[in-house]
């Protein structure tokens, strides 16, 4: 009778700590998105998440579907002409709820056709509001941009979010 209790003390014990642990690793974050994006030249030296201000100013909105739900997404950043980025990307869920972003990475050269096609990077996790607030964790880009009025904007986003700073 004893090591029937035990056990099933040991038992709750284990199903009590096992989702923290879980949420300590992250859950995936898989999503596309596409956007419209202003591009103008960053004569105001306008810097975005600590970020320095770097040659080009983009504003850009936009939606998607992801594995943490449909999310519409607003991006400010500057872009330097060797093609670094930085900025701030917010994800919005149809509740309001907001998951935060500081966004880096590189863009290469235009092709022939006017595309930017080898555009990849980093989204790191900075908080949030409501599910999202105090989220953590990290995520990898590939982009491909339309240059043009608008520029388009399509993404590919693979990694983890804690989504309450539990990684």
């Known amino acids: ?17 096992a989702p923290k642990a879980a949420l300590a690793q992250g859950v995936p974050f898989k999503g596309t998105f596409t956007a419209a994006a202003t591009v103008t030249p960053n004569t105001g030296n306008v810097a975005f998440c600590g970020g320095t201000p770097l040659d080009l100013a983009v504003e850009a909105h936009g939606a998607g579907y992801s594995t943490l739900g449909a999310l519409s997404l607003s991006l400010q950043k500057t872009i330097a002409v060797s093609g670094a980025m930085h900025g701030c990307l917010e994800l919005t869920a149809p509740n309001g709820d907001t998951l935060s972003a500081i966004y880096d990475g590189t863009e290469g050269a235009p092709n022939a056709n006017n595309f930017i096609v080898d555009a990849f990077g980093t989204l790191t996790f900075t908080g949030g509001t409501g599910r999202f607030r105090g989220a953590s964790g990290s995520a990898h880009f590939t982009a491909v941009f339309r240059r043009g009025t608008p520029v388009i904007a399509f993404y590919s986003v693979a990694g983890t979010v804690s989504p309450h700073g539990d990684q």
């Open 1 to 17: 009778m004893k090591k029937l209790l035990g056990s099933l003390v040991l038992a709750a014990m284990i199903v009590a700590v």
